[in-house]
């Protein structure tokens, strides 16, 4: 357990030096000029300071629609979770393992049925 | 040949036993000794793999560019060196000597960090691939779902990044990538799960154990029907997953600039840039671990035909770049829910029904 | 001590900070994405605490269910929430005093329920032994009702949040 995890835990280690070493090196490297227009928020055609004020807010307000599929995600992660261990236990476990599994997809299907048929599956 | 076939564990085995040696002379507590060894040993073992990977990264992007030249009708890079090959030399110091322009307006922590949290969960797969005979780093019980939740962490990086810039276009291509990316991800673990049914196991090193023998038959890929649509859902979902064309909306330059990474530049570009060439080297190599056998083949090396069924895989993922087309965002997220979704949840009820045939045939 | 237990106590100890930083700074932070960001930090030390226990299955599930799913969740509901973003909270309003009352006799009965609960500790490590199969058995045998009612419980927050999501 622990020589296994071990190295999984060296390993996350060097993983999260590994990406500050090229960032480090080359602040020695690179030149540094900033200027005004250079530090603008980048923007197609016109300066980002002409923009009037409310639309230099950037932070808008998203849609309900990521949410919701969001959600459809957390919901079908979850029945991975149980499905996992389900398919590894399977083939010691007779044909009701299989039977229990149809019962438990299918209401899930009915959930994603549910949302295909309000159109919350279409991306407007 | 058979020096190539156990070449990298008889390293291994050398530097243990030479490390050994070294400490016998220091009369350590036997316990103290082998956790020195043992920790030296895991410190070569993680380095050089962490240190192989910008090299991956560099000479994937060669491949590509090149491919999708030929694909264009078009050359590619031919300038530095012969083929072009220093071009990923060249591509290297640009990026190391880039200036780095955080706009003023940015949140300054999230915006550093986001490169660095998108590398970290990638790097950590490559700790349990079985690389050849022997090779896995770590084999752990938990391997397929130690990868589908680390890649799963890769959401992450891309949100801090569209987030911490402060720019409309950044902002828009995260908030999509990430809907994209938890959208494919669905159908990705659902084909995995048809895998573990027929393998009765999460460890990759007994999955590709479970694929020898029969010539090739016995990979998981020619376990009819199942085994192929299982194969293509995975496929599909894992070039949507490392957004890749035809998939490439969250940086569709043509609407909005470069999605997540517009606000960046020089090496923290350089970061993102190397995490999306080692991601698709990681779905590629865990296709192949599950679908195609992993490491096992016959003459070559182990190792060997790890790289190649890896590098076959990624060709063809260049090859569905260079010819498709990109798709509008509302296909993309029809065809993840309304199509993959459901084809893997049938194909789970199938093999399920089919396992007691393939075991009858001996095929598991 | 044997290393091996030193390092475990290292590794806890590390963890444990991760968590209670990341707790803290979700508390504390006055803007509402760090502290989301945060609370992925605290989930992972939690993750990681799971595998000290040699949980290496929930551990898994905590990064996946957690860290990749529902802080996803919380972001994206940050994002659709009009204007909390254009503004940093003061983390605290006027029922503080209640909430941080409540929080503090909730850690007291939880130290308590640790310290008198009787622990069967076990003599022997489980390493060795595969514990996914046995819960993926006991999933179908044991468990099936709670199993099967799980689903209906995902179904019925689904169809909840599209009703509500459509009004």
Same mark, same amino acid.
């Given at each position: 357990?622990?020589?296994?995890?071990?190295?999984?835990?060296?390993?996350?280690?060097?993983?999260?030096?590994? &990406?500050?070493? &090229?960032?480090?090196?080359?602040?020695?490297?690179?030149?540094?000029?900033?200027?005004?227009?250079?530090?603008?928020?980048? %923007?197609?055609?016109? %300066?980002?300071?002409?923009? &009037?004020? %409310?639309?230099?807010?950037?932070?808008?307000?998203?849609?309900?629609?990521?949410?919701?599929?969001?959600?459809?995600?957390?919901?079908?992660?979850?029945?991975?979770?149980?499905?996992? &261990?389900?398919?590894?236990?399977?083939?010691?476990?007779?044909?009701?393992?299989?039977? %229990?599994?149809?019962?438990?997809?299918?209401?899930?299907?009915?959930?994603?049925?549910?949302?295909?048929?309000?159109?919350?599956?279409?991306?407007? | 040949?058979?020096?190539?076939?156990?070449?990298?564990?008889?390293?291994?085995?050398?530097?243990?036993?030479?490390?050994?040696?070294?400490?016998?002379?220091?009369?350590?507590?036997?316990?103290?000794?082998?956790?020195?060894?043992?920790?030296?040993?895991?410190?070569?073992?993680?380095?050089?793999?962490?240190?192989?990977?910008?090299?991956?990264?560099?000479?994937?992007?060669?491949?590509?560019?090149?491919?999708?030249?030929? +694909?264009?009708?078009?050359?590619?890079?031919?300038?530095?060196?012969?083929?072009?090959?220093?071009?990923?030399?060249?591509?290297?110091?640009?990026?190391?000597?880039?200036?780095?322009?955080?706009?003023?307006?940015?949140?300054?922590?999230?915006?550093?960090?986001?490169?660095? =949290?998108?590398?970290?969960?990638?790097?950590?797969?490559?700790?349990?691939?079985?690389?050849?005979?022997?090779?896995?780093?770590?084999?752990?019980?938990?391997?397929?779902?130690?990868?589908?939740?680390?890649?799963?962490?890769?959401?992450?990086?891309?949100?801090?990044?569209?987030?911490?810039?402060?720019?409309?276009?950044?902002?828009?291509?995260?908030?999509?990538?990430?809907?994209?990316? *938890?959208?494919?991800?669905?159908?990705?673990?659902?084909? *995995?799960?048809?895998?573990?049914?027929?393998?009765?196991?999460?460890?990759?090193?007994?999955?590709?154990?479970?694929?020898?023998?029969?010539?090739?038959?016995?990979?998981?890929?020619?376990?009819?029907?199942?085994?192929?649509?299982?194969?293509?859902?995975?496929?599909?979902?894992? +070039?949507?997953?490392?957004?890749?064309?035809?998939?490439?909306?969250?940086?569709?330059?043509?609407?909005?600039?470069?999605?997540?990474?517009?606000?960046?530049?020089?090496?923290?570009?350089?970061?993102?840039?190397?995490?999306?060439?080692?991601?698709?080297?990681?779905?590629?190599?865990?296709?192949?671990?599950?679908?195609?056998?992993?490491?096992?083949?016959?003459?070559?090396?182990?190792?060997?035909?790890?790289? =190649?069924?890896?590098?076959?895989? *990624?060709?063809?993922?260049?090859?569905?770049?260079?010819?498709?087309?990109?798709?509008?965002?509302?296909?993309?997220?029809?065809?993840?829910?309304?199509?993959?979704?459901?084809?893997?949840?049938?194909?789970?009820?199938?093999?399920?029904?089919?396992?007691?045939?393939?075991?009858?045939?001996?095929?598991? | 001590?044997?290393?091996?237990?030193?390092?475990?106590?290292?590794?806890?100890?590390?963890?444990?900070?991760?968590?209670?930083?990341?707790?803290?700074?979700?508390?504390?932070?006055?803007?509402?994405?760090?502290?989301?960001?945060?609370?992925?930090?605290?989930?992972?030390?939690?993750?990681?605490?799971?595998?000290?226990?040699?949980?290496?299955?929930?551990?898994?599930?905590?990064?996946?269910?957690?860290?990749?799913?529902?802080?996803?969740?919380?972001?994206?509901?940050?994002?659709?929430?009009?204007? #909390?973003?254009?503004?940093?909270?003061?983390?605290?309003?006027?029922?503080?005093?209640?909430?941080?009352? #409540?929080?503090?006799?909730?850690?007291?009965?939880?130290?308590?329920?640790?310290?008198?609960?009787?622990?069967?500790?076990?003599?022997?490590? #489980?390493?060795?032994?595969?514990?996914?199969?046995?819960?993926?058995?006991?999933?179908?045998?044991?468990?099936?009702?709670?199993?099967?009612?799980?689903?209906?419980?995902?179904?019925?927050? #689904?169809?909840?949040?599209?009703?509500?999501?459509?009004?």
């Amino acid at each position: 357990m622990l020589d296994r995890y071990g190295l999984i835990g060296l390993f996350a280690i060097v993983a999260i030096i590994f &990406p500050l070493i &090229p960032l480090l090196l080359a602040r020695f490297l690179r030149p540094r000029k900033p200027n005004r227009s250079k530090m603008e928020t980048y %923007e197609c055609g016109l %300066e980002f300071e002409d923009f &009037p004020v %409310e639309a230099q807010q950037v932070w808008v307000q998203f849609r309900i629609q990521y949410y919701i599929f969001a959600l459809m995600f957390v919901v079908f992660d979850i029945e991975v979770v149980f499905l996992y &261990p389900w398919a590894v236990a399977y083939n010691s476990l007779g044909l009701y393992a299989l039977v %229990e599994m149809i019962i438990f997809l299918v209401i899930l299907v009915m959930a994603l049925a549910y949302a295909w048929r309000k159109g919350q599956l279409e991306w407007v | 040949m058979d020096i190539l076939n156990n070449l990298f564990p008889n390293i291994y085995n050398a530097l243990n036993d030479f490390f050994h040696g070294l400490l016998r002379g220091a009369n350590l507590r036997p316990d103290a000794e082998s956790f020195i060894v043992s920790l030296i040993m895991g410190l070569i073992v993680v380095v050089f793999l962490v240190a192989i990977s910008p090299f991956l990264m560099l000479s994937l992007t060669w491949v590509e560019r090149k491919v999708v030249a030929r +694909i264009q009708n078009r050359l590619g890079p031919n300038r530095v060196g012969p083929w072009g090959i220093f071009q990923i030399f060249a591509d290297m110091i640009k990026m190391l000597t880039k200036e780095d322009i955080v706009p003023a307006n940015a949140d300054r922590w999230v915006h550093f960090l986001a490169p660095v =949290v998108t590398m970290i969960p990638i790097t950590l797969i490559l700790a349990v691939i079985p690389w050849g005979r022997g090779m896995a780093p770590a084999d752990l019980n938990i391997g397929v779902l130690y990868v589908i939740a680390l890649s799963s962490l890769g959401t992450v990086g891309i949100f801090m990044a569209g987030w911490g810039s402060n720019n409309k276009f950044a902002l828009i291509g995260g908030m999509r990538a990430v809907a994209q990316i *938890i959208s494919y991800e669905v159908p990705q673990v659902l084909a *995995i799960v048809a895998i573990v049914l027929l393998a009765g196991s999460l460890s990759l090193v007994d999955i590709v154990k479970l694929q020898g023998g029969w010539a090739g038959f016995r990979w998981f890929l020619f376990a009819i029907p199942v085994g192929p649509i299982a194969f293509v859902v995975y496929m599909i979902s894992a +070039i949507a997953e490392v957004n890749r064309t035809p998939f490439d909306l969250p940086e569709g330059e043509s609407e909005i600039v470069a999605g997540h990474h517009t606000e960046y530049s020089g090496m923290k570009w350089g970061l993102f840039y190397m995490a999306e060439y080692l991601n698709l080297f990681v779905v590629c190599a865990i296709a192949a671990t599950l679908f195609l056998g992993g490491w096992q083949g016959p003459l070559l090396p182990p190792w060997i035909w790890f790289f =190649v069924k890896t590098l076959l895989l *990624i060709l063809i993922a260049m090859w569905v770049r260079g010819t498709f087309p990109r798709i509008r965002m509302d296909q993309l997220m029809k065809f993840a829910w309304q199509v993959l979704v459901p084809v893997a949840l049938v194909n789970i009820v199938l093999t399920g029904l089919a396992l007691p045939i393939f075991k009858a045939i001996g095929l598991i | 001590m044997s290393i091996d237990l030193v390092l475990t106590y290292v590794a806890f100890f590390v963890l444990a900070a991760i968590t209670i930083i990341g707790g803290l700074l979700v508390a504390f932070v006055r803007n509402i994405m760090h502290a989301a960001l945060a609370l992925m930090m605290a989930f992972m030390g939690v993750a990681g605490i799971y595998l000290l226990l040699e949980a290496e299955f929930i551990a898994a599930v905590q990064v996946l269910i957690y860290v990749g799913a529902i802080a996803v969740l919380i972001l994206f509901a940050i994002m659709l929430t009009r204007g #909390l973003m254009t503004r940093t909270l003061p983390p605290e309003n006027n029922q503080w005093l209640a909430a941080g009352g #409540l929080a503090l006799l909730l850690f007291v009965a939880l130290v308590y329920i640790a310290v008198t609960t009787h622990w069967p500790v076990g003599t022997q490590a #489980l390493a060795g032994t595969d514990l996914i199969p046995k819960i993926g058995t006991e999933l179908v045998t044991t468990y099936v009702l709670p199993f099967e009612v799980a689903s209906i419980l995902l179904l019925t927050a #689904l169809i909840g949040a599209i009703v509500i999501a459509r009004e």
